[in-house]
């Protein structure tokens, strides 16, 4: 028999899968390891079942006790099986782009999930590490696990990733793709090969936007800009990276995450998250370059189940630009045919001033932008005659009676999504954020009838 004692106790033993259909002819041969076969889903079990065993031993962690740390989900997700099992208390932070899908994961274990801004600076008081960190400060007899800064990151995959994928591949690898979050696998992997295969490429994946390909090509900090992909890449330095036995850096797009990761579901069978397909991606680039003869190895880390909303979600990838070869028409068709400049009121004029406008311009109603230029909301002609009907001055400012904003949906939108919207709302913005200089136009439900009938009569 070959029972387990817990669950903790099928961490590991990973199966390496060979890739076929995705590797283009005359390219070396490629073959993954796939850690998201991993209980709770993906390479992080090992480091956090790693990193909290040692704080059990070493007494930071009492039995019983509150573990605390700042996740993308997949640590989250170790922390939340080993919580479980050790009867801990588990609180996570974790940033708003993350899909909905880890969070109900993480709660579904029992974690207290505090959800935190993507778009902050890494040592604001909102970030999900600061916010960690203050919850960790506040819990009486917490344990911070701090993946970010912690060396027994690197310790954990040296000591069980490393060892377990070297044997795997016999000792042959002529390169190895490991995508760069924490930091933790490609510094753990990367000194275990450099000790024991020195001739072996190790080569980490970072998304555009993320700060470590800049930091690795030119030793410059760069200024980081949110992406899309989970998982991989940072807006600041790790010390569970070392650089040092990183020997190249690829960056990719959000698009090559997600389409290589699609193709790796219909193709290989392989139902994997964004950052396995930026591996991939990078990993059959490499093997182009090699050639026949030669074999690379990626880390895949997790699970496709986690992105069912998101990059799995046609609609999604749709509405956020990544289907270049859809022919349903989008808002941005639409708009091509109308004049694009959106007419603003700001909430400083009168009701009398903006009615003129509206007037003037044939036009039934605007958006209202404040003093700083941001979106505020909405005014049509029929809520200015109410308010004036009601006895309200013609001098009152507008800002007075805006209503909740337009939504704003992205140039990619389909004209059927479109539609919906339009379904409950007199008229929908275009554009890539609702920041005043990022709208690209307005669109109502007249302008939708025109381009039907211009372009399907």
């Excluded at 995450?257 to 392989?270: K, V």
């Excluded at 370059?289 to 909303?309: E, I, N, Q, T, W």
Aim: include cysteine; glycine fraction near 10%; charged fraction near 25%.
């Amino acid at each position: 028999m070959n029972i387990k004692k817990d669950i903790l106790e099928a961490i590991g033993r990973t199966p390496l899968v060979r890739l076929n259909r995705v590797v283009p002819p005359k390219s070396a041969e490629v073959v993954v390891k796939c850690e998201y076969v991993n209980p709770g889903g993906s390479v992080k079990d090992r480091m956090a079942m790693f990193i909290v065993q040692r704080a059990m031993e070493t007494g930071k962690l009492k039995p019983g006790g509150v573990i605390v740390e700042n996740t993308s989900g997949n640590t989250g997700a170790g922390l939340a099986l080993i919580a479980a099992v050790y009867g801990c208390k588990l609180i996570l932070t974790m940033p708003d782009k993350m899909s909905q899908e880890k969070i109900n994961t993480l709660r579904a274990f029992g974690a207290k999930v505090v959800v935190t801004p993507t778009n902050v600076p890494a040592d604001h008081p909102d970030s999900y590490y600061e916010t960690a960190k203050r919850l960790a400060r506040e819990t009486p007899g917490a344990f911070y696990v701090n993946q970010y800064h912690n060396p027994v990151n690197i310790e954990a995959h040296y000591k069980l990733t490393a060892p377990e994928l070297y044997e795997d591949l016999g000792g042959k690898a002529d390169a190895l793709i490991i995508g760069v979050g924490t930091g933790g696998s490609i510094s753990g992997i990367g000194r275990y090969f450099k000790e024991h295969s020195p001739k072996t490429q190790i080569i980490g994946v970072d998304p555009i936007g993320s700060v470590y390909y800049d930091l690795f090509k030119t030793g410059k900090m760069p200024k980081p800009h949110v992406y899309k992909v989970e998982g991989i890449g940072e807006d600041m330095i790790c010390a569970a990276l070392d650089m040092s036995v990183i020997d190249d850096m690829y960056q990719v797009t959000d698009a090559d995450c997600f389409l290589t990761a699609r193709r790796l579901a219909r193709e290989e069978g392989l139902f994997v998250g964004g950052s396995s397909g930026g591996a991939a991606h990078v990993a059959l680039e490499v093997a182009r370059k090699l050639g026949p003869g030669k074999r690379v190895a990626a880390l895949f880390p997790d699970h496709g189940d986690r992105y069912l909303s998101k990059m799995f979600n046609d609609e999604w990838m749709r509405v956020n630009g990544f289907f270049d070869d859809d022919t349903e028409p989008t808002a941005a068709d639409i708009l091509k045919g109308k004049d694009g400049l959106v007419i603003w009121a700001d909430a400083t004029q009168s009701l009398l001033e903006v009615s003129t406008m509206l007037r003037e311009k044939g036009i039934s109603q605007v958006p209202v932008r404040d003093t700083s230029g941001a979106l505020c909301g909405t005014v049509s002609e029929r809520k200015i005659l109410t308010a004036l009907v009601s006895g309200t001055s013609p001098q009152m400012k507008v800002a007075s009676i805006a209503e909740g904003g337009l939504p704003v949906l992205h140039p990619q939108t389909n004209i059927g999504k479109v539609n919906e919207s339009l379904l409950s709302n007199s008229a929908v913005l275009v554009g890539t954020a609702p920041e005043v200089d990022a709208i690209e136009g307005i669109l109502t439900r007249i302008d939708i009838i025109e381009y039907l009938e211009q372009h399907r009569p």
